[in-house]
């Protein structure tokens, strides 16, 4: 839902992400024998036929540092290889990129988890813009992260991509769900663009929709159940896929309550009233306007605060940002 440029969230401008993150992945030792992951992979290479024929031309920093794009070719060329073995081999090397690409018992508390904790500030889910994701100081010397790295394309599925960087999407744990997300392929949905894509434009192409019971005229409503919201995608399809995958209908429906109120206080504090209170107070109307509704301004970064993406185009609607 949010847009996810990594540059935007960092804590120092200058840090290079490409370069520290490899380098972090890279200080990772295997036991029996020692070696990093480059050397193992270098060493698989060589010395197992399998192993050379799936990553053939793949060097590890490609896989490591693929962007959206990249990813999606290295899918369909490991694949497309995978595909074409035996059974008894795509067993066989399946284990092996397994044990190799091991996210969650080698790198994920070791040195991923650490390295966006340590280098990034996010503030909410970049999937639902529903919950924040943000650090906290549990000491003065240890930061606690409250965001999860979902895998946009499952890492069961492509064992290869469980270490790239720009496969791993913050997000909040509802989204990173097996009641959510699960392991649902994105693979599979050739318009489920990741929130890192660089044409993913959820905030323009789709918006929040007000829908009311025919009871209700003139914005009148007695009841949260009077009023339905729903996501309405507007010149294209791009995006279909990817509400479906994160149930964001469904679940901002239990959020209706968050649009009934700006409606009740719209009805309290029509345009009359507003300007009577910036007679009073000496506040500028915007302001005052700004502050009663919870108002979103048309160029705020939607990832600070929950629930932006909902009131700022139900603000729309309401005629609120005029």
Request: proline letters at 3%; glycine letters at 2%.
């Amino acid at each position: 839902m949010i847009k996810l440029v990594y540059s935007n969230y960092l804590k120092e401008k200058d840090f290079d992400i490409n370069k520290e993150y490899i380098d972090d992945i890279l200080s990772v030792k295997f036991s029996k024998p020692s070696e990093n992951i480059l050397q193992r992979y270098t060493r698989y290479k060589k010395k197992n036929f399998l192993f050379r024929f799936v990553f053939w031309r793949i060097n590890l920093k490609q896989i490591i540092l693929a962007d959206e794009n990249k990813l999606k070719e290295l899918i369909t060329i490991i694949s497309s290889r995978v595909d074409s073995l035996k059974k008894a081999h795509k067993s066989a090397i399946k284990h092996k990129i397994e044990n190799l690409f091991n996210y969650s018992t080698k790198y994920q508390s070791a040195t991923i988890t650490p390295f966006f904790t340590k280098n990034f500030r996010f503030r909410t889910c970049f999937y639902c813009n529903k919950d924040f994701i943000n650090n906290f100081e549990e000491d003065t010397d240890k930061l606690v992260s409250t965001f999860q790295l979902d895998h946009f394309y499952d890492k069961g599925t492509f064992p290869y991509l469980a270490l790239s960087f720009y496969n791993l999407i913050p997000s909040c744990p509802t989204c990173n769900s097996k009641k959510v997300k699960g392991s649902a392929n994105c693979f599979e949905y050739k318009s489920c663009l990741a929130p890192n894509d660089k044409s993913f434009d959820f905030e323009n192409k789709v918006k929040f929709k007000l829908f009311l019971d025919v009871s209700c005229k003139n914005l009148h409503i007695k009841d949260e159940e009077d009023l339905d919201i729903s996501l309405k995608e507007q010149f294209s399809n791009d995006y279909n896929n990817y509400i479906e995958v994160f149930k964001l209908d469904k679940r901002y429906k239990a959020h209706k309550d968050i649009v009934y109120e700006m409606i009740i206080r719209a009805e309290l504090y029509p345009e009359s009233r507003l300007k009577e209170l910036q007679g009073l107070t000496g506040i500028p109307y915007q302001q005052i306007k700004k502050d009663i509704f919870n108002l979103v301004e048309a160029n705020e970064d939607l990832s600070k605060k929950p629930f932006s993406k909902l009131i700022k185009d139900i603000s729309e609607e309401l005629g609120l940002l005029k």
